[in-house]
């Protein structure tokens, strides 16, 4: 058990000095209306409510709500309807939760099953951004087969090309 521990710490520990080494240090910081303008280069045809927006990608309705005084956001993508969901379907989906699903997450709320990416608003980088919005698509796209946010699996795993395609696809037309 201790040496699974110091693996999870070890891999843990080197992605995300990774992750902070690729960020750029003078990125402002989110807004609502930073968040607009990312949202509006990924779907021209998004509509914003206030701090909440519906866009699509690839096919895929997403829903992004922003709370700026509690400095959170939430990017959401609908799954299926929770009734019937089996406890072996439940079980899975925690699973996934710990090793294939990353950034992105299977929860249930309203009575359907939803992809989400949770994340605190202002410290959020637009590749973050851009990167949990691609997770949260595909843990609805690979619901029921790898239950995979795409980016990397620990222990392995062949989904890591889908998510850095649909990765790079959003970064397009992207301004830092």
Do not use: C
């Amino acid at each position: 058990m201790g040496r699974f521990i110091l693996t999870l710490a070890l891999v843990f520990g080197a992605s995300l000095g990774l992750a902070q080494q690729a960020e750029p240090p003078t990125e402002p910081a989110m807004t609502i209306e930073r968040m607009a303008q990312i949202i509006q280069n990924i779907d021209a045809d998004a509509q914003q409510r206030g701090a909440s927006f519906e866009l699509t990608i690839q096919d895929i309705p997403v829903i992004v709500i922003a709370d700026p005084r509690a400095d959170r956001m939430r990017a959401m993508v609908p799954i299926r309807s929770a009734d019937g969901l089996e406890p072996e379907e439940l079980m899975r989906l925690m699973q996934a939760n710990f090793d294939s699903a990353l950034d992105a997450r299977y929860a249930v709320a309203q009575g359907r099953l939803w992809g989400v990416f949770i994340h605190p608003l202002s410290p959020l980088k637009q590749d973050q951004f851009l990167s949990g919005l691609a997770q949260t698509v595909n843990v609805a796209r690979t619901y029921g087969q790898t239950y995979s946010g795409g980016a990397q699996v620990f222990g392995g795993g062949d989904s890591n090309g889908i998510f850095q395609d649909l990765f790079e696809e959003l970064r397009k037309g992207q301004a830092l």
